[in-house]
């Protein structure tokens, strides 16, 4: 981790995890000069020469953590894709979870009672990360609208909500 003037933590490659649990990404590609070392010392030394990249090039952590929420969006509906095959499907879904949510796990309605991806009423849904929230969401649309995410679309389009 690395601590900022601002006090703000950040982990290098993903939100969760040690150095150790990524050292191969993080040294497979550049050899290393310093066979002797662990793996895990190889891997926070190049994290952090990241970060230094990254703020020498202007990368702000306001905007780092945009890139990030990005990525992690585009990787929620990589994931939906992959869990619905048909792309007419998966675009109605696509369109139904961006009206609902915009893709924002930690969406909450106005009245505070419809929660996630979906805006499901479930408090279990509420605790579940994006991708269960992906398939909890496929799952009722399964079984409330025949599978068909362009019903549970045209549903929403109809009554704003589904």
């Known amino acids: 981790m690395i601590k900022l003037s601002t006090g703000v933590m950040h982990r290098c490659v993903k939100p969760v995890g040690l150095a150790q649990d990524y050292a191969p990404c993080l040294t497979a590609s550049l050899p ?5 070392e662990p793996v895990s010392r190889i891997a926070r030394s190049r994290c952090l020469m990241v970060w230094a990249v990254l703020c020498v090039m202007g990368i702000t952590p306001a905007h780092a953590t945009k890139e990030v929420k990005q990525a992690s969006i585009d990787s929620l509906k990589l994931y939906a ?13 696509n369109k139904l979870i961006t ?9 909450i309605n106005p009245n ?10 479930n408090t279990k ?3 579940l990360d994006g991708y269960r929230m992906i398939d909890w969401s496929i799952r009722y649309i399964a079984h409330r609208y025949s599978g068909s995410s362009c ?6 389009q109809k009554h704003g909500w589904h």
Do not use: D, P
């Open 81 to 93: 894709h992959s869990r619905i095959v048909s792309e007419i499907q998966y675009n109605c879904f």
């Open 99 to 107: 009206k609902e949510s915009n893709w924002r796990v930690e969406a």
């Open 151 to 156: 019903k549970a679309f045209a549903h929403w």
């Open 112 to 121: 505070g009672n419809h929660f996630g991806l979906g805006q499901m009423r």
């Open 32 to 36: 290393s000069t310093r066979g002797s």
């Open 125 to 127: 849904y509420r605790n």
